[in-house]
């Protein structure tokens, strides 16, 4: 039996796997609801709605939830401010503030191990030539 989900489930699910982000519309139903961005019933929260997620129609995702769902599925930059992302052809990208500051703590965290620090330092070797360039 085919379910049928509401239209701004459908809307994230076409978004994100634009982006290349593979996730279940089942799966993308619950982390809307989790994130306050839909209720139940797949009507737009007054939360997404302030916030840009959803447009004030409440009719349609907009690139903010797309953000926002990317977050979701990448925690890591979940912190970060929307202003140090950008949309790209290829999906998000971070700006210089979120990459040194991922590699910095992935650099001093006690938890890391020699290979993740290994990486890191090469990651940040790769950059300085690129800002060279």
Wanted: net charge neutral; no cysteine.
């Amino acid at each position: 039996m085919k379910m049928a989900y509401p239209v701004l489930v459908e809307q994230m699910y076409f978004v994100m796997r634009r982006q290349g982000i593979n996730a279940s519309k089942d799966k993308i139903f619950r982390d809307m609801i989790a994130a306050n961005m839909i209720d139940e019933n797949g009507q737009p929260t007054q939360t997404a709605m302030d916030n840009g997620w959803i447009d004030q129609q409440g009719s349609k995702v907009t690139e903010q939830a797309s953000l926002a769902a990317f977050k979701q599925a990448n925690p890591m930059y979940a912190p970060f401010a929307d202003s140090h992302f950008t949309r790209t052809a290829k999906g998000w990208g971070i700006d210089g503030y979120v990459f040194h500051t991922l590699v910095n703590e992935a650099l001093n965290s006690p938890m890391a191990t020699d290979e993740v620090k290994e990486m890191a330092h090469i990651v940040l070797k790769e950059a300085k030539k690129m800002e060279r360039q």
